[in-house]
């Protein structure tokens, strides 16, 4: 991070422009909505400039010179002379003042930002000065994206703060407060425009308040394959409410990145052969932390209900009276196939799909008969076969489903980091299975995807590459 974005009280605080012309007349119409006291020197000012002075703004006809910089919090070099911006620019370094030198970034310590303004709420996009019409279409994007009766919430809320801080004395209770009351239908009221209705609304919500945030809820939510953008807006909203993220080790950076920076971070990562957290002890970690009365995202990848052992945490919550609610996710199969164009389902290949784990007691002779996977209905033909974390025991679904009557040449694709930017697709038949994961030293996460739904693949592939030459 090149600029530290930061927001600056300028009210009556001076500021100086060098420059009169239209780029100056744009920084200095900024300056002004933030009630600086400007002073603009050129020997030349446009007649817009002219016309905001002298209840606006001071005007000083003549060069530019070092003194001038003299106690000003900001300084804006704005003019088309380079031997000029130079100039204000050492001065303003020597005088240790911050100062910006219009479509120079490397002679800014400042930069000017697209806004948004539903103030007091304010949005600042900047690039940097490296790409700024880049941050006016984002500015665009957001202008659409935010309601305008956002300002006046702020504004309602910054009303009620002094109340909420006495009636509710612990910080986190305000909090959740905060967060149910901005939720409610109290946009609705503020979008209708009736700053009355919207201020009894808000007196009903702190009147009526529970104390919400002193119960606490456990929110199982699917992070997805690991692509941020395939998580849902509610798994979202969740990870940025949350007291307590407690994140699988599928659980991608760049997804975990976007929880709320303050909250508690508890890994309960397993991999492939090392389970680090036991089950029971993430029951007791959800337990502890509701009864503290904590919103907690258990964040899992893929589907907390499909092999994300979240079926078992919701009957532990249950026991101990625990609320908790579950926010499903892209599961790897859905994700996986999609990104290495295989459909899971085809009209000649495929009429039907199984998901099955390679964790599960697949060739154990000590296993009781429920706990074995049924090989034979795994190993019809026409359907498509799907092995979550199969990669250690691939060597074992090879031999039962070619056991129990599959084609060893039928096709088979493992797809590594599926969804990710890292992804990697290795396709080949059922008999060379294990061969293949050993060969192509796949790693986890990977899945394991088998049926002739595989030969889809191919065929996009070679399609597309033929296209591209």
């Known amino acids: 991070m090149e600029f530290l974005p930061i927001f600056a009280r300028l009210t009556n605080k001076p500021v100086l422009v060098v420059g009169g012309g239209d780029v100056a007349y744009r920084k200095v119409q900024s300056l002004l909505q933030a009630n600086a006291a400007v002073t603009v020197v050129a020997p030349r000012i446009c007649e817009e400039l002219v016309a905001m002075a002298p209840d606006k703004l001071t005007l000083l006809y003549e060069e530019f010179h070092a003194a001038l910089v003299k106690g000003k919090r900001l300084v804006i070099a704005a003019t088309e002379k380079e031997e000029v911006n130079q100039s204000v620019f050492k001065a303003a370094e020597q005088a240790n003042v911050l100062v910006n030198v219009v479509d120079d970034p490397q002679r800014c310590q400042f930069v000017f930002p697209s806004i948004v303004d539903r103030s007091p709420m304010i949005i600042a996009i900047s690039t940097g000065g490296s790409a700024p019409v880049l941050g006016r279409i984002y500015k665009e994007k957001l202008e659409q994206w935010i ?3 956002t300002g006046a919430m702020a504004q309602l809320a910054g009303s009620f703060r002094s109340q909420v801080k006495q009636t509710l ?9 905060w967060e149910s009351a901005l939720r409610s239908k109290l946009s609705v009221v503020l979008a209708s425009g009736d700053m009355a209705a919207a201020h009894k609304e808000m007196q009903h919500q702190l009147d009526n308040w529970q104390g919400g945030g002193g119960k606490g809820h456990v929110h199982l939510v699917g992070g997805g394959p690991g692509d941020p953008d395939l998580l849902t807006i509610k798994a979202l909203q969740i990870m940025q409410r949350s007291d307590v993220i ?3 080790h599928l659980i991608s950076p760049e997804v975990l ?8 971070f508890i890994s309960v990562g397993k991999k492939a052969g090392n389970h680090s957290v036991a089950q029971m002890r993430i029951h007791k ?4 932390q509701a009864k503290m009365g904590k919103q907690i995202c258990r964040l899992k990848g893929g589907d907390p209900f499909i092999f994300g052992r979240g079926g078992e945490e919701a009957q532990a919550l249950v026991e101990e009276n625990i609320d908790f609610s579950v926010v499903p996710g892209i599961t790897a199969a859905s994700a996986c196939a999609a990104s290495a164009a295989i459909p899971l389902t085809h009209r000649d290949h495929a009429q039907s799909v199984q998901f099955i ?18 090989w034979a209905s795994l190993a019809q033909s026409k359907q498509t076969l799907v092995v979550y974390m199969g990669i250690i025991r691939s060597a074992d679904v090879k031999s039962n489903l070619i056991e129990h009557g599959r084609s060893p040449n039928t096709p088979v694709a493992i797809i590594e980091n599926g969804s990710r930017p890292e992804q990697r697709v290795v396709t080949g038949i059922l008999s060379e299975l294990d061969d293949l994961v050993a060969r192509e030293q796949i790693g986890s996460p990977a899945l394991i995807i088998i049926g002739d739904v595989v030969k889809v693949h191919a065929e996009i592939v070679k399609k597309f590459v033929a296209q591209l030459y």
Do not use: M
């Not at 970690?285 to 502890?288: K, P, V």
């Open 147 to 149: 309601p305008r009766y």
């Open 169 to 177: 004395n612990d910080f986190k209770q305000r909090r959740h407060f």
């Open 246 to 248: 407690v994140y699988d």
């Open 357 to 374: 784990t390679g964790h599960c007691k697949i060739n154990s002779a000590s296993s009781v008969a429920g706990e074995q996977p049924d």
């Open 257 to 264: 990145a976007l929880c709320r920076k303050d909250a508690e």
């Open 285 to 288: 970690i959800l337990i502890e």
